[in-house]
């Protein structure tokens, strides 16, 4: 993978955003979509020692113990602040905790996508596009317009026609802002 032309800085917050080859649908699927999901929550942590397609082969209370070490936030790479996953493309917006984290973790769920993907798909070869793209947040401003553009993507690219059905969009975080209910766990909605 080809050097960055700005480094990631540890404590500082980036819009993240890849999308597939030859905008190939991949997040079409809700097998796919929900898989993604599972794997934000998981690689976010520098505990998951073993990769999440491995994990279901581990004996139950080893499991267990994984997951559980995944989930505490003193073991995290990155923070979670909002995500989007389109057909085509999946935006983010991450601190990153760690030196190299943010890399680390696009790295372990685009490669573990890929595999997924192309062993359902009988095919080979990368889905995405080999650098994913980083923009810093350097102000307040910035940052409440990417949060606002990470969520109405769906909106924007007439992928949901209406603002009710993008309250109800399983694969963005607006619905753990909108509502009281926490849907997906990996986000931390503290921050905003």
Request: hydrophobic content about 40%; some cysteine; glycine content about 2%.
């Amino acid at each position: 993978m080809p050097c960055r032309n700005e480094p990631l800085v540890t404590g500082e917050i980036y819009h993240i955003f890849n999308k597939t080859i030859e905008s190939k649908e991949i997040f079409k699927d809700k097998t796919v979509e929900n898989l993604l999901l599972d794997l934000f929550g998981y690689y976010k942590s520098l505990k998951a020692t073993i990769s999440y397609s491995k994990l279901k082969f581990v004996d139950l209370q080893i499991r267990k113990q994984i997951l559980k070490n995944v989930s505490e936030s003193k073991s995290f790479k990155v923070e979670i602040f909002c995500f989007c996953l389109m057909p085509t493309h999946f935006h983010l917006l991450l601190r990153q905790k760690v030196d190299n984290g943010i890399r680390m973790f696009v790295s372990d769920i685009v490669n573990s996508i890929t595999k997924t993907f192309n062993l359902v798909n009988n095919r080979t070869g990368p889905i995405f596009i080999p650098r994913f793209k980083s923009v810093r947040i350097i102000s307040e401003e910035q940052l409440i317009h990417v949060f606002r553009y990470i969520h109405l993507n769906p909106y924007s690219s007439r992928l949901i026609n209406d603002f009710y059905s993008l309250q109800k969009y399983h694969f963005s975080s607006l619905i753990d802002y909108v509502y009281s209910y926490k849907t997906h766990s990996f986000v931390d909605r503290d921050f905003f």
